[in-house]
């Protein structure tokens, strides 16, 4: 096993992508990059697929929601990483919170199918051909998403919930 270095990744993925991708700087050293959404697919399967990366494992998906950034409030980031070369990346991407659509994985990484529908399920992030996209933890009756950052703390209808029970 021969560990890749961030140097080796960029240059491989610029040569086939191009240069439509930002390096992102990581304090814990993983190499991470953003790319605009319509280059994610393409991206991912090209770090799959490569025989010399082979981003063979999809380690984990999930959303975020950054409120203070107009038309990037919403975030997927993936956690890919080489088996074979035992190395980890990360990818964000970014979408407006008015449209958050982004393409599905789950033709690529089987695994995204429940990650997809948890992201979806907590953020509203719509993942466009996902096989199928539907709550998975929370009720189907719920219309709002809870990880977002607008979504109340505590339900002011709950007389156990007040803040004076918690010294507030």
Request: charged letters at 25%; aromatic letters at 12%; glycine letters at 6%.
């Amino acid at each position: 096993m021969n560990q890749l270095t961030d140097e080796q990744i960029q240059s491989h993925i610029s040569g086939a992508l191009g240069d439509n991708f930002k390096i992102l700087r990581d304090d814990y050293g993983i190499f991470t990059i953003e790319l605009p959404v319509p280059q994610l697919y393409r991206c991912i399967q090209f770090l799959y697929k490569d025989s010399l990366l082979e981003f063979n494992y999809l380690t984990d998906l999930c959303g975020v929601h950054y409120p203070d950034e107009k038309g990037r409030e919403l975030a997927v980031v993936y956690h890919l990483q080489s088996m074979r070369n035992s190395t980890r990346m990360r990818i964000k991407t970014f979408v407006p919170i008015e449209k958050p659509e982004i393409p599905s994985i789950t033709g690529i990484y089987a695994s995204a199918n429940w990650m997809e529908r948890e992201t979806y399920d907590f953020y509203g992030i719509l993942f466009l051909g996902h096989p199928d996209l539907r709550r998975i933890l929370n009720m189907d009756e719920m219309v709002d998403f809870p990880m977002r950052k607008e979504f109340p703390l505590e339900d002011p209808l709950r007389a156990d919930k007040k803040d004076l029970h918690f010294g507030r």
